[in-house]
């Protein structure tokens, strides 16, 4: 079975072309493949697969196995593979998510995908539909005890859960003591993904994310999206934002017109390789 290691930020995902190839155990092949010590090292699994309703589709597998909506990162990888591999010959194109059909800008330089712009949609707040457990029309600098300590979040989704958390110093947190703790709280009946935010200015933010189902990952695309939008309704940046990553930088836009989060951000080819069977 021939797959593609890329990664967008430095999150990392093992593709498969699934008009060529058929999984026909997607979690198990998640965990198999994203085991840095006996597999190929990876975040989770993507498949590229035919659509019906779009260009193609993105089923999405974190590394525990558990399937996940959205990822951005990976949506970005998705357009690249699909240009560069020959799937798709334009440069706009909609790839069919289980968070809805994104539309994808890819910016094409000598032949090929250096960066990609994606429509992420609207983000959500309603708690209902987040999901986390509490009244009212939002969740914003709510505060919440995790391990001794009292931190406010505003939840957000963009396909997936965030609850976002400010702080002063992102280095200084301790992630695998925490993260866990936030991803299981009973708040949020569908796991959650938590992004610690440090704010450097109105423009620019600095991010480490804990994903549900990964643990620590060097960015996640819509946890960037989400901490922007958590930013705004905090009154702490405007609606253009640079985002710092462990693993890059991501430039992220609310559009005030239509309502939507748009990305713009790498997306990189590490090796081709083949998995037996």
């Known amino acids: 079975m021939k797959f593609t290691k890329m990664q967008g930020c430095g999150n990392d995902y093992v593709y498969i072309n699934c008009f060529k190839e058929t999984v026909e155990n997607g979690p198990e092949l998640a965990i198999r493949v994203s085991n840095r010590n006996f597999g190929v090292g990876s975040d989770g699994l993507i498949l590229i697969c035919p659509s019906e309703v779009a260009d193609v589709k993105m089923v999405m597998y974190n590394a525990d196995g558990s399937q996940s909506q959205m990822c951005g990162n990976g949506v970005r990888c998705v357009g690249k593979y699909s240009y560069d591999y020959g799937i798709v010959d334009k440069d706009v194109i909609t790839v069919e998510t289980l968070a809805g059909i994104k539309t994808l800008k890819l910016q094409v330089e000598n032949g090929k995908v250096a960066s990609v712009t994606v429509d992420m949609g609207a983000p959500i707040v309603t708690p209902a539909l987040v999901p986390v457990v509490a009244e009212g029309d939002a969740v914003i600098a709510k ?18 859960p965030h609850a976002i958390t400010f702080v002063e110093d992102t280095m200084a947190v301790e992630l695998e003591k925490i993260g866990p703790v936030f991803e299981h709280h009973p ?19 600095n991010m480490r994310v804990w994903e549900r189902g990964s643990g620590e990952t060097l960015a996640c695309g819509t946890g960037a999206c989400a901490s922007v939008y958590a930013c705004m309704l905090n009154g702490k940046t405007k609606n253009e934002v640079t985002v710092h990553l462990l693993g890059g930088d991501l430039h992220i836009k609310y559009d005030e017109e239509t309502g939507h989060i748009f990305m713009t951000g790498p997306a990189v080819v590490v090796f081709d390789g083949e998995l037996l069977k």
Do not use: A, H, K, W
């Open 143 to 160: 505060p919440v005890e995790v391990c001794g300590r009292e931190y406010e979040l505003t939840c957000v989704s963009m396909g997936n």
């Open 187 to 205: 708040m949020f009946p569908e796991r959650t993904n938590t992004e610690f935010i440090q704010v450097l200015s109105d423009t620019e933010i």
